[in-house]
T-cell receptor
Framework: DAKTTQPPSMDCAEGRAANLPCNHS???????VYWYRQIHSQGPQYIIH???NNETNEMASLIITEDRKSSTLILPHATLRDTAVYYC??????????FGQGTRLTINP | GAVVSQHPSRVICKSGTSVKIECRSL??????MFWYRQFPKKSLMLMAT?????????EQGVEKDKFLINHASLTLSTLTVTSAHPEDSSFYIC???????????FGPGTRLTVL
């Protein structure tokens, strides 16, 4: 079973920041938080991952709470092409990733 | 990020035939590859973990004799669906772990339709 809980769907206006929450209250000390997204009929695309510290790359920012029980993925300026299912996954990098149901993010013009 | 390819991207076959799907890591060596299956409007379900040079580890409920996995080199893993039936129709996706990095990269997927 997936170790994360995400809202099933969210909407965001184009140009705004999209903030996607994820709860992972049973995360263990050596597990990372990974975010992937899947656009219809494509393979999942890696977005970002982190262990304890907040992370930022060219795609997004990842904010992890101090107790590591939840995190937020931030897409700073959402575009229509960001419409996808976003998966938050916790796991050890060398091990299998268990996908939950994800959040279906719709960016509206 | 690292690039993973799959071939074919789409295949249609008759019931009872076998289908082979290839997964390649194009610009890195992958000691571990993973195979997933995804049904319409569902999430990805892990089928098996494939380690180069050793037998694959299958998830509970996945028939190892039906879904043959071979990981003969550090850049290639294959999934063969043997004696395919319509219920095997699905989107099959592989991923590869980048050596020392805690990241997995996914292929574009293969859509299998069994008539």
């Amino acid at each position: 079973d997936a170790k994360t809980t995400q809202p099933p769907s969210m909407d965001c206006a184009e140009g705004r920041a999209a903030n996607l929450p994820c709860n992972h209250s049973t995360i263990s000390g050596n597990e990372y938080v990974y975010w992937y997204r899947q656009i219809h009929s494509q393979g999942p695309q890696y977005i970002i991952h982190g262990l304890k510290n907040n992370e930022t790359n060219e795609m997004a920012s990842l904010i992890i709470t101090e107790d590591r029980k939840s995190s937020t993925l931030i897409l700073p300026h959402a575009t229509l092409r960001d419409t996808a299912v976003y998966y938050c996954i916790v796991g050890e990098g060398a091990q299998k990733l268990v996908f939950g149901q994800g959040t279906r993010l719709t960016i509206n013009p | 990020g690292a690039v993973v390819s799959q071939h074919p991207s789409r295949v249609i076959c008759k019931s009872g035939t076998s289908v082979k799907i290839e997964c390649r890591s194009l610009d890195f060596q992958a000691t571990t590859m993973f195979w997933y299956r995804q049904f319409p409007k569902k999430s990805l379900m892990l089928m098996a973990t494939s380690n180069e040079g050793s037998k694959a580890t299958y998830e509970q409920g996945v028939e190892k004799d039906k879904f043959l996995i071979n990981h003969a080199s550090l850049t290639l893993s294959t999934l063969t669906v043997t004696s395919a039936h319509p219920e095997d129709s699905s989107f099959y996706i592989c991923s590869a772990r980048v050596g020392s990095r805690n990241e997995q990269f996914f292929g574009p997927g293969t859509r299998l339709t069994v008539l």
